[in-house]
């Protein structure tokens, strides 16, 4: 008899590589742990092992110095070039892909600083000053990218970088407090994607992902997955919200516009078609959403997909 033929599935998405301390060599570019208190820096080439999908508890705060390519933070897919500022919270997966990268590679590309949660909101409880602070770091649970600081931002690293002791925790509190006054921004990650797992909560919420993910096209309403797990509609809404910062609607309209928008750069299939396999169900309400989410039409992200990702595909 001839072979089984598996049944064709979209392929799944790769989950993120937790990075642990004990993958953090100075030989990377990190700074050795007893180096560092709060803050350590890091500051690596392309290409680089560190270069990959992956998170980690800490939050990361890059400057890219060199080449440019393609950006991935969160559900946010996007260009960036040498001056490019984005601080990621933590759990929030990301990587940075560089295209133009000349033979034998670039010595320096990516300038880093990651530092923990706990201690800074713990501070925050007894040092009122540093409750500025928190707005920002609650932002950074999408990813943020600020503008027009790539100068005063490599000054401050550097200050960093060369300080030890009172005199670092000094020069990184500028650096945050440069952040934190700036209001020219945009947050990147439109889903709270946080790699958090094993748990009972954030395994429901895991496996409701992969559900909506999975059935992107079948009708998927609160009331069912409530009854489902056993709970009321309200305890489900505010379950859902506070695992994954969006309320349930909201965050099945984000995956289903960012499946559309992968089937628009990737396929010739037409918008109407692309509408309804993603589970919308009338294209009025598709464009609309589209629009919210994307800030164009389905049809002009077609026309502007390979110009504004360029490169190749990765």
Same mark, same amino acid.
């Given at each position: 008899?001839?072979?089984?033929?598996?049944?064709?599935?979209?392929?799944?998405?790769?989950?993120?590589?937790?990075?642990?301390?004990?993958?953090?060599?100075?030989?990377?570019?990190?700074?050795?742990?007893?180096?560092?208190?709060?803050?350590?820096?890091?500051?690596?080439?392309?290409?680089?092992?560190?270069?990959?999908?992956?998170?980690?508890?800490?939050?990361?705060?890059?400057?890219?110095?060199?080449?440019?390519?393609?950006?991935?933070?969160?559900?946010?897919?996007?260009?960036?070039?040498?001056?490019?500022?984005?601080?990621?919270?933590?759990?929030?997966?990301?990587?940075?892909?560089?295209?133009?990268?000349?033979?034998?590679?670039?010595?320096?590309?990516?300038?880093?600083?990651? #530092?923990?949660?706990?201690?800074? +909101?713990?501070? !925050?409880? *007894?040092?009122?000053?540093? @409750?500025?602070? &928190?707005?920002?770091?609650?932002?950074?649970?999408?990813?943020?990218?600020?503008?027009?600081?790539?100068?005063?931002?490599?000054?401050?690293?550097?200050?960093?970088?060369?300080?030890?002791?009172?005199?670092?925790?000094?020069?990184?509190?500028?650096?945050?407090?440069?952040?934190?006054?700036?209001?020219?921004?945009?947050?990147?990650?439109?889903?709270?994607?946080?790699?958090?797992?094993?748990?009972?909560?954030?395994?429901?919420?895991?496996?409701?992902?992969?559900?909506?993910?999975?059935?992107?096209?079948?009708?998927?309403?609160?009331?069912?997955?409530?009854?489902?797990?056993?709970?009321?509609?309200?305890?489900?809404?505010?379950?859902?919200?506070?695992?994954?910062?969006?309320?349930?609607?909201? #965050?099945?309209?984000?995956?289903? +516009?960012?499946? !559309?928008? *992968?089937?628009?750069?990737? @396929?010739?299939? &037409?918008?109407?078609?692309?509408?309804?396999?993603?589970?919308?169900?009338?294209?009025?309400?598709?464009?609309?959403?589209?629009?919210?989410?994307?800030?164009?039409?389905?049809?002009?992200?077609?026309?502007?997909?390979?110009?504004?990702?360029?490169?190749?595909?990765?």
């Amino acid at each position: 008899m001839p072979a089984r033929v598996p049944p064709l599935h979209l392929p799944r998405q790769r989950q993120p590589e937790l990075e642990r301390d004990l993958t953090r060599s100075p030989a990377l570019g990190y700074e050795a742990a007893a180096d560092t208190g709060l803050v350590r820096c890091l500051a690596h080439g392309f290409p680089t092992p560190l270069a990959r999908w992956h998170c980690h508890d800490e939050y990361e705060l890059h400057l890219i110095t060199a080449t440019s390519g393609k950006a991935f933070v969160g559900d946010w897919i996007g260009p960036f070039q040498p001056g490019h500022l984005v601080l990621c919270g933590p759990r929030l997966p990301h990587n940075w892909i560089s295209m133009d990268v000349p033979a034998g590679g670039v010595a320096e590309r990516d300038l880093v600083i990651q #530092f923990a949660h706990g201690p800074l +909101v713990h501070a !925050a409880e *007894q040092i009122p000053e540093l @409750t500025e602070l &928190l707005p920002l770091l609650e932002r950074a649970r999408h990813g943020i990218e600020f503008f027009g600081l790539s100068e005063p931002a490599l000054q401050h690293f550097h200050a960093v970088k060369t300080k030890r002791g009172l005199q670092r925790l000094v020069a990184f509190c500028a650096y945050l407090e440069l952040l934190a006054r700036c209001t020219d921004y945009r947050l990147l990650s439109s889903v709270c994607m946080q790699g958090d797992t094993g748990t009972p909560e954030n395994d429901q919420v895991n496996a409701l992902v992969d559900r909506i993910t999975r059935d992107l096209a079948q009708p998927l309403s609160a009331a069912g997955l409530a009854a489902e797990l056993g709970m009321s509609e309200s305890r489900f809404s505010r379950f859902f919200r506070r695992a994954t910062g969006n309320t349930f609607t909201d #965050f099945v309209n984000r995956i289903r +516009v960012n499946r !559309a928008g *992968q089937l628009l750069m990737e @396929t010739d299939r &037409l918008v109407t078609h692309i509408c309804y396999e993603v589970g919308f169900n009338n294209v009025a309400n598709f464009n609309r959403r589209f629009l919210e989410v994307k800030g164009v039409t389905p049809s002009e992200f077609r026309r502007q997909a390979d110009h504004r990702f360029g490169g190749a595909r990765v």
